[in-house]
Structures are given as C-alpha cells and as structure tokens.
C-alpha cells in the first residue's frame, strides 16, 4: 500500500466491532488500534506510580510522559508490552474513571490521531469517524439490535462463568447506548460520509466479507 489506508469502525457497544476489526485488520495487514485498551494502559500506569484521577497535576505530569503504540498485536506502553497486565478488574474500573477525565481522552486521541499519520490502521470505538479519524479512507457504522446484542454479550459472558440474567445484560447495553449517545463530549452518532451496517442475524463471516468488499 503506498498510500495511507485508514478505517474507522464506530458503533454501539456489543455491535461486533472489536472482532471485526482485528480480523478485517489481520487479512489487509493493518495495525489494530484498540483504543479501549490506550484507557487500560494509562489506567496501569496510573496505579503503578500511586496517582488517582484527582491528582490532576501528578496526572498530566504522567500522560506527558506517555507513549502508547500497537504492533503485532501486542499494546505496548513506554517500550514495555502490557497485553495481559491490562485485563485485571482492578484496571476495568481505573480505566473507566480515567475515560471521563478531559486531559487523558485528548492525550489518547492525540496519540491515536498520531498512529493514523504513520501507519495502515484500523481502529473502533465511539468517535474514531467522527472525531478521531474524520479524514479515515473508509468509514463503517456498525450496528444491530438491542437484543441482538445483549444476547452476543450475554453468551460471552456465561462462556467466561459469570452469571447474569438476560435482562440484566439487555438493559446494561440500553442504559450504555442512551449515556453514549448523550454525553456532551464527542458522543456515539454515524459520520455523515460512513457505511451503516446492521449485523442484526449476520455471522462473523459474513460481517468480514462486507467490509472487505467495502474496503477493496
């Protein structure tokens, strides 16, 4: 590719987008982006050097001094690759009080914005399309039912032995849409220049396959 190839997934939670994208990134050799993981990684870093999300001279002090790149799969934090340090419940929760606070969320967009100028990427989120990569090649909406998705999160999660009703699981993900799609700072709404595509009933395989035809 002697050009740039950027694509920009965005979507509501549990819409697929993370499974998509690092297979549709593996087949066209383009670095996955997981921006959910840059929020894990700060909040690792955040907790090995002892400062909490009301620090906030400590905190900018520590995100100056934060590079965060992936390669081959693996997140690497200032030259150290933290893929399972990351995945502790302990970071779950420093990861999502971190998201909130304005200084990390234009670090990592910064950072994210900086691997799109370098590199072939394809990275998801709730913003990537219409805030992070607003220039990306090609853009995608992902989406699918309510039920369809809780019933997606809902079998990963009995899968992983933690047991939840259905309900539950269904009124997390309305909850989650309604908080995205609110929220004052970049919410979850579909780029003007984006595909929208309803996974509602489709296989893995047959998601991957429409976004490759798009993308080829």
Do not use: W
Request: proline share 2%; with cysteine.
């Amino acid at each position: 590719m002697s050009k740039l190839i950027r694509v920009a997934i965005d979507g509501p939670s549990g819409a697929g987008k993370s499974t998509i994208a690092k297979a549709v990134g593996k087949q066209l050799n383009l670095d996955y982006i997981d921006t959910g993981a840059m929020y894990r990684a700060v909040a690792y870093k955040m907790i090995a050097n002892n400062v909490s999300i009301f620090e906030m001279e400590k905190l900018e002090k520590l995100l100056a001094g934060t590079e965060i790149d992936f390669s081959n799969g693996n997140i690497i934090l200032d030259d150290e690759i933290i893929n399972e340090k990351i995945r502790t419940p302990e970071i779950s929760k420093m990861a999502s009080d971190c998201s909130a606070l304005p200084q990390v969320r234009e670090k990592l967009v910064a950072l994210q914005r900086k691997m799109g100028e370098t590199k072939n990427v394809i990275m998801d989120g709730r913003d990537i399309g219409t805030n992070v990569l607003v220039d990306a090649e090609f853009k995608l909406f992902m989406t699918a039912s309510p039920e369809e998705r809780a019933k997606r999160r809902y079998i990963e999660l009995n899968e992983k032995g933690e047991k939840v009703s259905f309900a539950q699981v269904l009124k997390d993900i309305k909850e989650r849409d309604h908080n995205d799609s609110t929220r004052a700072l970049n919410p979850l709404k579909k780029a003007e220049d984006a595909l929208e595509l309803d996974t509602t009933g489709m296989s893995i395989e047959e998601v991957i396959n429409c976004v490759l035809k798009e993308i080829k």
